[in-house]
Each structure stands twice: as C-alpha cells, then as structure tokens.
C-alpha cells in the first residue's frame, strides 16, 4: 500500500462537520519578531475550500484539512471572516497578520482571487498591520501573482511561508508525503523573493519513520539547506493530530513525537543526553 492509499483510508472515514462559513476556524493573538522587534500578532485559520493535497490523501501528520469548509464560502463569508478575526486586534496600535487557510492561500482553486485580493485589500487600508504573512504550497507561487499580492498590499511587507518540513526528497516523500521537493521551494522563495517578498520555511522535528537521532541530523542539514533561499526558519514538533497517519501508528505504538531522555551517568554524577 502506498503512503498517500494509507493517509486517504483514514481521511475518508472523517466527515467535514458542517459549521458556519462565515466564521474563521480560529484566529488568535500573540507576539513575533519583525525585524528583530517584538511585534503584536494576529493569526487567521480561514475556513476555505480546503487544501486540494490533503482531500486527495496528503501529509501523513495533517489533521488541519478537517478545518476547511464543509462547503466552498462566499466572498461575503471571507470578508465576514476577516472581520470577526480582526475584532481580536482592535486594541492593537499595530501588528502582524498571518495567514493559514489550511492548505494554500494561493490557491485560487480554494480560495478565488476575489476573495484573496478582498482581504489583502482590507489588510492594507488598514494602517495598523505593518506585515503580512500568508501561507501556501510552494506550486501555487507564480512570477504574476506575487506581484499582485504587493500591488494590493500597497507594498506592506509580505512573506510567503512554506511547509518545507525537511530539505530531504526522500523524507518528505517517505515519511511526510508532501508531494512536492525541495527544487520546488527554492523555485517558489526565489520567484518571492525577486518580487519584494520574503520567505518563511517551517520545518518539522520528527516525522514519521525517523529515530531521534535520525530526526535531530535532518533538521541540523534542513536548517543549514534552508538558509540561503530563507528570511526566516521555524522549527516545529510534529504532533499527534486526529485523524491522521501519524495518530494511527502513535495508537499502535509505532511512533512517539521527539523524546530527549536523560540518563545517569553514574562515572561522572551528571545527566547526559541518551
Ligand atoms: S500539511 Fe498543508 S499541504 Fe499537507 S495536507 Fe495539510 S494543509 Fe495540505
């Protein structure tokens, strides 16, 4: 059986729950660096169309396309959207705005240019939000539409953000089935990159099938493979989401998220890695 066979078998025993489309699916607020300077944050998890990757099978740890629309919104339900996340920041005097949908914001298959642009467009008559972020898979990034973007953007500062997850073909595709290779992210941060934008990386510690120690070397080379097409580089734990591969094998015991235990050396009285 095929990875993608394995992931699709337990996606099609989940139902979408039918929720309202005018709601995001969450949104919150915090803190992050822009230009090395603590900056208010407002994170928006659209509910869109969904991630077209992970409706046909997808990333082995993804239970994020459960969040997506049990039915495509409208572009008043993006708007509404927007605004009811936008309540969250409206003591802010400035931020930063990150978007998720999910799966890729430009992706016009899931969520329209129409929609897209609307907020973008909001976001940038909006005095108070001095970045934005936005997240997509790298095959939807084109030399038209990043431009585009910082056209309505009014040239605000805008980052792309990518789950590269490992600078590894052969991990991403064994362990993560992400679809897509490391040529491909460098494709994309250089098309953003020559278009005024900047690049986010997010990188994941532990997928499936690796050892710790296997998974602490992948992400020292995926740093070091990064840099250079990257602005930014996040590190992130792969968890145990529902409805996932990555919750069937944990269940049967054949995965465990990172665990850096500690043992006694007894020679030297101090605690070493193991
Ligand atoms: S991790 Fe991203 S690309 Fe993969 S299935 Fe989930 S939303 Fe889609």
Not at 1 to 13: D, G, P, S, Y
Not at 115 to 134: F, N
């Amino acid at each position: 059986m095929t990875l993608n066979k394995a992931v699709m078998e337990i996606r099609q025993r989940i139902r979408v729950k039918p929720s309202p489309t005018d709601e995001p699916a969450a949104s919150w607020t915090g803190i992050d660096l822009v230009n090395g300077i603590q900056i208010k944050t407002l994170t928006v998890i659209f509910k869109s169309a969904g991630c077209r990757w992970g409706k046909a099978g997808g990333c082995t740890m993804c239970g994020y396309v459960y969040d997506c629309a049990s039915e495509p919104p409208t572009l008043e339900d993006y708007k509404a959207q927007l605004a009811r996340a936008m309540k969250k920041a409206e003591k802010f005097p400035e931020f930063m705005v990150k978007i998720f949908t999910s799966g890729s914001f430009l992706d016009e298959q899931e969520v329209p240019r129409e929609a897209r642009d609307a907020i973008l467009r909001t976001l940038a008559d909006d005095p108070r939000v001095i970045k934005v972020l936005a997240e997509t898979r790298p095959n939807f990034v084109t030399e038209e539409n990043v431009p585009d973007c910082l056209k309505i953007l009014k040239n605000k500062p805008f980052e792309l953000a990518f789950g590269l997850e490992t600078s590894s073909d052969r991990i991403r595709k064994d362990s993560i089935n992400k679809g897509f290779t490391f040529g491909d992210f460098v494709r994309a941060a250089e098309i953003a990159r020559k278009n005024g934008a900047t690049v986010k990386a997010y990188l994941m510690l532990k997928p499936l099938f690796l050892s710790e120690r296997q998974a602490l070397e992948d992400i020292v080379c995926s740093i070091d493979d990064a840099a250079p097409y990257s602005d930014t580089i996040s590190i992130n734990l792969c968890n145990v989401q529902k409805g996932t591969l990555v919750e069937a094998l944990w269940e049967k015991g054949q995965y465990r998220p990172l665990a850096l235990e500690h043992r006694r050396n007894p020679a030297k009285g101090k605690s070493c890695p193991s």
